[in-house]
């Protein structure tokens, strides 16, 4: 039977009727999809993997592909924890409330242009998919990850998918107003503002690819249960490929800002995007723990970011998946749609991958 034969009894033993619609859909779209099944381990499994399946409640029946709701940016401010109160938006004093007032201020301020009222004429994307310009909502998550700055009361956040980071962030209304200014208004590109006199630094994150999982076990401990587990087995296997995993973000302070490197150059733009070109071949992962993104009956929840740009989110994730995410996602650059939840800008015309640029 060849592979695509067997991804199709896949399809059909355990999606719904409609599954293989999806697949031509997303084919339609230009999505670049694997026809591998998810599942590379035998039934049962003999690969010694840690089945949190009957540890938790998962929602096998909703389709999942359509539960991601379409946002600007994601922005993970670090906390070095792993888990958080249940609103993280709603903690007195911290980076992410200040961030949600001044979003909700934009957002209240905002007058839609004519363009935006009326949509645009492209081929409309399956459910759950967008690109980066559908909308002006800016997704905030705290993260695992420690601030850099040598000042305790700055944070470090990670800017996606502009692919960043940028440290020295007041956690403070001021603070965050800044950060908006600098790198988070929806008119900017991924290199952020052109003009500018504040004292934030920042950096191109220095990896190939980008995992986050969700581990919020203070809105939900499905989450907690799964994101150590996948944490545990994605760098069994990326390491197995020759892939360096990193679980802290790389310290990047003595490292060459964006700001001196780039800001002041000819084609500032063009220039972000050569560096972020070649951090294809460093063959190098970051893997954090974050806030509540949604969709906790779908755990474990697993969102994928490239340098390109691309965010690809995942649901029902198990040990048995991560093996097949790594060889097909994240090195070959394919979706799997049996686990799909959405993701962004993951249309690529005339692209055979989502590495390709």
Not at 131 to 152: C, E, K, V, W
Not at 243 to 263: A, Y
Request: charged share 20%.
């Amino acid at each position: 039977m060849t592979v695509l034969a067997n991804f199709k009894t896949f399809l059909a033993n355990t999606l719904p009727p409609d599954a293989q619609k999806v697949y031509e859909d997303l084919r339609a779209a230009d999505v670049p999809v694997s026809d591998a099944i998810c599942q590379l381990c035998p039934n049962p499994c003999d690969q010694d993997h840690d089945d949190y399946s009957g540890r938790i409640s998962v929602d096998m029946e909703e389709d999942m592909l359509g539960s991601v709701k379409p946002y600007r940016r994601q922005v993970i401010i670090s906390t070095g924890k792993s888990d958080w109160p249940k609103e993280v938006t709603e903690v007195d004093g911290t980076l992410a409330t200040f961030l949600r007032g001044v979003t909700e201020t934009f957002e209240a301020g905002r007058t839609q242009n004519k363009d935006e009222r009326a949509g645009n004429s492209r081929t409309p994307l399956p459910p759950g998919l967008f690109t980066q310009t559908d909308a002006h909502r800016l997704s905030i998550q705290n993260g695992s990850h420690n601030s850099f700055s040598d000042d305790p009361s700055q944070d470090t956040v990670i800017v996606l998918p502009d692919f960043k980071v940028i440290a020295d962030i007041p956690r403070s209304l001021a603070g965050a107003e800044t950060l908006w200014t600098a790198a988070l208004d929806p008119s900017y590109g991924r290199l952020g503002a052109q003009s500018r006199s504040d004292s934030l630094r920042s950096w191109a994150l220095p990896y190939s690819c980008v995992i986050l999982l969700c581990s919020h076990k203070g809105r939900d401990k499905r989450c907690a249960i799964a994101a150590p587990v996948l944490e545990k087995t994605f760098t069994h296997y990326l390491e197995h490929e020759g892939w360096v995993v990193h679980t802290e973000l790389e310290d990047l302070s003595r490292n060459p800002t964006l700001e001196s490197s780039l800001m002041n150059g000819p084609e500032p733009e063009a220039a972000f995007e050569t560096q972020l070109k070649a951090l294809g071949g460093e063959h190098k992962t970051l893997i954090l723990r974050n806030s509540h993104i949604g969709g906790h009956k779908f755990a474990g929840n697993v969102i994928i970011y490239n340098p390109q740009g691309t965010g690809v989110w995942y649901g029902r994730v198990t040990p048995h998946d991560v093996e097949s995410i790594v060889k097909n996602t994240i090195i070959n650059g394919q979706v799997l749609p049996p686990i799909l939840r959405g993701g962004m800008n993951l249309a690529r015309p005339g692209c055979k991958a989502l590495h390709d640029w």
